[in-house]
């Protein structure tokens, strides 16, 4: 899967989470949570969906890594290409 | 035979609408089977039976809107004989639940077509904030159109419902109940240590938040604090026997729903994060049960996600207490005379002074300090 397709990804996964994001509002380097209004249950159920869809394992200490749309992308697309 | 009726879901909620019976007439039921759906306020709820035995009949239709306590339906109890039907129409069983809500203000009959009320009620429009025009200050189908055409449309309509729900129970609370606050700090590093350990050997799914041992420390120390577990009802007190952890859950466009996690005390933390992963997820998407809704005996508020350090938080009625915690943060924290950066968070008790004190108050709290103290016991 490459980056484009980890984005897509990603932001599918956020939309469904909160619905009433419009996609291309999301400023890729602004931190989601605050942007999306994330709490805890929403981020760790986003971590779910992507460790389940790209069958990856994402530590919680990684979490940090994963703080805006662009970071996000840059890290899970490391995590795939180690497989 | 048993009355299953209109549950009242909250002290804010007066009527709610029949959407779907899920069972026929004739059909078996069980206790804590749910029977229906009833769209409320607070979106639409799974309302379950209280009892084991056969559909006799169902007394309302989808679409009918009607008060709490209404009989809905007729529950044929195990081993009772089939009775006559009670061909009593919906209209006179309304009229005749409002009669018996004694406590109520007296209910002024409203001039309204039929058609303007159906229309009125289909679009969340409550008929008394509607000016009438017609003969005698009648509300007509012209009139309903032209306030729905000055409201916001879509999910407005029901976030205006919900912060009307929300409005009721807080000005009741805030009217009736005489507020005491405490508020305490935690040193949560012990916690937060254990959790990270804990989460280390976890897959994604099987991680846990540490708002679920806040949940756990609460549910345990009041087993020691019957008195904060409870309602006040009939001006007086009333334990409860079982601890149902309300959870405020905000919801996606504004408001907030407090449904229970049932016997908290009693549950795991994996237990308890399960559970509360599926309230959030039944919160938000509108499928919440009705005992979920009204059988808290006790409402928790995190507001640490959103920078909050201290919650003062409003008791939602009939209960006599909430607990608020805030963000945990990172600040100078002396033990035994060292000084050290430790994870702390404050915690809160907002409880009701016909109920409780301030000692005993303070007492519960530095319990649930002391339980967040042994994580492992949780």
Known sequence: MDKHEIRQLVIRKLTGIAPEVDPVQIVPDVDLRAQIDLDSMDFLNF??????DLKVDIPESQYSRMATLDACVDHLSGLVSKK | MAEFVMPALGADMEAGTLIAWLKNPGDKVARGEVIAEI??????????????GIVEQLLIKPGDKVPVGTVLAIIREEGEAAKPSLEVPIEERVIREMSRKVDAPPVERLKISPLARKT???L???????????????????????TAATKPSGDGKKGERIRQAIAVAMEKSKREIPHYY?????????????LAAENLNRS???RLLYGVMLIKAVALALRQF???NGFWQDGKAVQSPEINIGLAISLRGGGLVSPAIHDADQKSLDELMEAFRDLVQRARSGRLRSSE?????ITITSLGEQGVETVFGIIYPPQVALVGFGKVVERPWAVNGLLGVHQVMNASLSADHRVSDGHRGGLFLALIDRLLQEPAYL
């Open chain 1, 47 to 52: 971590i779910i969906a992507l460790s389940k």
């Open chain 2, 39 to 52: 769209d409320t306020d607070k979106g639409v709820i799974e309302v379950e039976c209280f009892t084991t």
């Open chain 2, 120 to 122: 009125a009620d289909s």
């Open chain 2, 124 to 146: 969340g429009i409550d008929p008394r904030t509607i000016l009438g025009t017609g003969p005698g200050g009648r509300i007509t189908q012209e009139d309903v159109e032209r």
């Open chain 2, 182 to 194: 405490l508020g305490t700090t935690i040193d949560m590093t012990n916690c937060m240590k254990w």
């Open chain 2, 204 to 206: 994604a799914e099987g």
């Open chain 2, 226 to 228: 019957p008195e904060l």
């Open chain 2, 293 to 297: 809704l009204s059988d808290p005996t």
